[in-house]
């Protein structure tokens, strides 16, 4: 699949547990996207979350950062009504607005926004050189942008060893094909390409590496297969009982020395520059 065929109206997780079973491995990110931001927004800013989710890591930040106004969007109706209700049990209705819609097409008016951030959402799902194009036309001029992207498969090592363990027993045309569009869209030049064309300037593309520790096995497994589980609903329990086993042999690599679960590593491209 290339990024021309991938439909932008496709929501990137299924369920609200599965992107709930996703923080886990992504909360190492959320210092970086805050750092490649800078100190400089100004006061009250307004931040967008592009891919928003259940309202991480905009929620998290807001709570650090008293004086920001988030807007979240995500397609997902279900993921932007759990995203509310974490807002409210959290007391932070006042600075956050969650709204469904499309990277592409974002409901937002030309240069009302501070600062553009995205975890493993824009420059991913969707269009994105639409989505370059959104980002720029909403952002004022020096507005700041920070998103963490996934760069290619092979540095995912969870993802990839979970392929390894369906395609021991499945078809692998059964599954998308995550690692050619991957290795496109991380190509040297693709990403900043895009932003550029865009209008964006002083675009940095940084590697950003980091270990999640899983606290057992069954972490690790539901997070893998919520990554596959929507092409793969359709197998009978044995077969999945199979693939379990096999992932968990192929994991084996990554035991924490402790015997406390497993510590595996993940890499993935930090995008930050100015409007």
Not at 6 to 30: I, K, M
Not at 179 to 184: G, M, V
Not at 188 to 213: I, Q, Y
Request: negative net charge.
């Amino acid at each position: 699949m290339t990024t021309t065929e991938y439909d932008s109206d496709q929501p990137g997780f299924e369920t609200v547990d599965d992107c709930e079973r996703c923080l886990l491995l992504l909360d190492a990110c959320t210092g970086a996207i805050v750092s490649a931001l800078g100190d400089d927004l100004g006061s009250q800013p307004n931040v967008v979350d592009l891919g928003c989710g259940v309202g991480e890591p905009g929620l998290s930040l807001v709570k650090t950062h008293h004086d920001w106004h988030l807007t979240g969007i995500d397609l997902s109706p279900a993921l932007i009504a759990a995203a509310r209700q974490h807002a409210q049990e959290q007391d932070l209705t006042d600075r956050t607005t969650f709204v469904t819609g499309s990277m592409d097409r974002l409901p937002i008016d030309d240069g009302t926004v501070d600062a553009v951030i995205s975890r493993m959402g824009a420059l991913l799902l969707g269009n994105p050189a639409t989505t370059a194009r959104e980002m720029a036309r909403i952002l004022e001029p020096g507005g700041r942008f920070a998103l963490a992207v996934w760069a290619r498969a092979e540095d995912h090592p969870l993802l990839t060893l979970s392929h390894r363990a369906i395609t021991t027993h499945v078809a692998a045309d059964l599954l998308p094909d995550l690692f050619t569009r991957f290795q496109q869209m991380a190509a040297p030049g693709v990403r900043e390409g895009w932003l550029r064309a865009a209008g964006m300037s002083d675009v940095v593309v940084d590697a950003f590496d980091w270990v999640v520790h899983y606290p057992d096995f069954d972490s690790s497994w539901e997070l893998a297969w919520s990554i596959w589980s929507g092409t793969l609903a359709d197998l009978d329990e044995l077969t999945v009982t199979r693939i379990r086993s096999t992932l968990h042999e192929l994991l084996g690599q990554y035991e924490s020395r402790f015997g406390d679960g497993h510590n595996i590593p993940a890499t993935c491209q930090m995008i930050y520059g100015t409007r």
